[in-house]
């Protein structure tokens, strides 16, 4: 509660971003499978949207599973699936009774299919509410995104719906499937890992970045807290001098 107090609630970053790391690591130091890891990273998750959604965030991006999590073994890759589905059953009520709006990025066609059913419905379900915009990055990849985008851009041209010689950054942004989102203002990372893992490449251009050696299963409020408060504390100059900064 302490930490929660020393927030500023106006200097409030309205995206956060997460990666979520280190499942895997904090079921293998108990002796346990992987999968008793992901169980547990689904409470901490449950805790982390709570307080997001509290502090009066607009925007929670968590990358949940990436492109390359598909080279996985099978078993685990069935399992996180059905725990997937099972969140979904277990959290609808939840979102609804917090006002939050479920949104997914990523090559969501690649998803087991009653994944698919049951996240189109909950997106349905939850469509109307305007509190936190909780967007879940699923079989998601940056490369693959602005791959994506390149192409459907190149189609474009083609057909003569786009000019080539006048498409600029918000052109390129219209193509992203994160357009209508805005870029994150904190990326948090767990587990002690110092990359990004092919996330959100070319929205993260100015994001502030966060690491912590916490494993996801055991980051709770009070370590959500901690970031938010590094990230007040940091002076955001997107290529302008600390005066200009100063003057505005």
């Known amino acids: 509660m302490q ?7 106006s200097k409030l970053p309205s995206h956060v971003a997460i990666i979520m790391d280190g499942n895997g690591r904090w079921a293998r130091q108990r002796g346990l499978d992987r999968v008793f890891g992901h169980q547990q990273g689904v409470t901490a998750l449950r805790e982390v949207i709570e307080t997001a959604a509290e502090l009066g965030i607009k925007y929670l991006t968590l990358y949940a599973f990436s492109t390359e999590n598909w080279g996985r073994p099978d ?3 069935s399992a996180l699936m059905g725990i997937m589905v099972q969140s979904l059953n277990k959290e609808t009520d939840t979102l ?32 109307v509410n305007t509190g936190l915009n909780l967007v ?19 189609i474009d041209v083609i057909k003569g719906n786009l000019n080539q010689d006048s498409i600029h950054e918000e052109d390129f942004e219209k193509y992203l499937t994160t357009y209508g989102i805005p870029d994150p203002e904190l990326l948090i990372r767990t587990s002690g890992e110092l990359r990004i893992s092919n996330f959100l490449l070319w929205q993260l251009a ?7 050696d916490t494993l996801w299963p055991d980051f709770g ?3 959500f807290y901690s970031a938010i408060l590094d990230f007040q504390k940091r002076e955001r100059r997107f290529g302008k001098t600390s005066e200009q900064v100063l003057e505005k």
Do not use: H, M, P
């Not at 930490?3 to 609630?9: A, D, E, G």
């Open 221 to 223: 409020k009070d370590d």
């Open 136 to 154: 879940v990055a699923l079989s998601y990849s940056s490369r693959w995104e602005i791959t994506e985008a390149a192409r459907r851009i190149s």
């Open 96 to 127: 609804l009774k917090n006002n939050i709006r479920l949104l997914t990025i990523g090559d969501v066609d690649r998803l087991a299919v009653d994944v698919k059913e049951r996240l189109a419905e909950t997106i349905q379900v939850t469509s």
């Open 206 to 212: 100015y994001t502030e970045l966060y690491f912590t």
């Open 3 to 9: 930490l929660r107090k020393q927030i500023i609630i």
């Open 75 to 77: 078993e685990e890759i």
